[in-house]
């Protein structure tokens, strides 16, 4: 049982690029969310799914693009990197909206 | 003003120290209360979840809510090594789930 597998583990691009953070999970999770984490900002909601075919912005969703099209996938796309999104990126995943949330190990994407 | 207020730390204590980790915030709605531990480059586990005022204990870990002075503790008795992490406090009113920035807690043998 992988649990929630995030891809890739590290990424640097160049402003400008554009790229897409993978996020899978094996959990039958309705519940799908990426966060972006920050040092002295805690963890903040990019976009988040409570079931395929449905997304919503979260707290932060400026700068990117989410698609649901599978309970098991929820990539999270930047379209134009800027250095403002250097960060580490979580994926989180949960039966339900209130449920126990279980989070990736993470991408660390630098921006330069 | 930020919602959730955690002191970032470093906070370093000897093993086998009882350890006092805290939140404070300032939304009346937060009614679960949770502490997650991540270790060094993994995500964040959830270690305990509260609702309302009061204690709950699990193993060495207790987690105390005062919803009266809008602040949350989480203390570790006989701290391990193994116990050294950051421990993030989080809080949900509705469908609103807020993170605190996290403590960076070292404990050494």
Redesign the interface.
């Known amino acids: 049982n992988a649990g ?1 597998t995030q891809t890739p583990k590290f990424q640097v691009l160049k402003t400008g690029q554009s790229m897409t953070l993978q996020c899978a999970q094996d959990m039958n999770h309705e519940y799908m969310s990426w966060y972006r984490q920050d ?7 990019i976009h988040y799914s409570v079931g395929a075919g449905i997304t919503d912005q979260g707290e932060v969703p400026n700068g990117y693009n989410v698609s649901r099209s599978t309970t098991e996938d929820f990539p999270l796309r930047l379209l134009s990197a800027a250095p403002s999104q250097t960060s580490v990126y ?1 994926c ?1 995943s949960s039966f339900g ?2 449920e ?2 279980f ?4 991408t660390q994407l630098s921006v330069l | 003003q930020k919602e ?1 207020e ?1 002191d ?1 730390g470093p906070l370093s204590v000897p093993e086998g120290a009882i350890v006092s980790l805290n939140c404070t915030y300032s939304n009346s709605a937060f009614q ?1 209360f949770m502490w997650y531990r991540q270790y060094s ?6 270690l305990m ?1 509260t609702y309302s005022s009061g204690n709950k204990e699990d193993g060495r870990f207790t987690a105390q809510v005062d919803k009266s002075s809008k602040y949350i503790s989480l203390f570790i008795r006989d701290s391990q090594p193994s116990d050294s992490a950051t421990y ?1 406090c ?1 809080m ?1 009113g509705g ?1 609103k ?6 403590t960076i807690l070292r404990v050494k043998s």
Request: net charge positive.
């Open positions: 929630v040092p002295g900002m805690g963890l903040r909601l979580f989180a909206t209130n126990k949330l989070f990736g190990s993470g | 959730v955690q970032p679960y480059r993994k995500g964040p586990e959830l979840y993030l989080a949900r469908n789930l807020v993170f605190g920035a996290g």
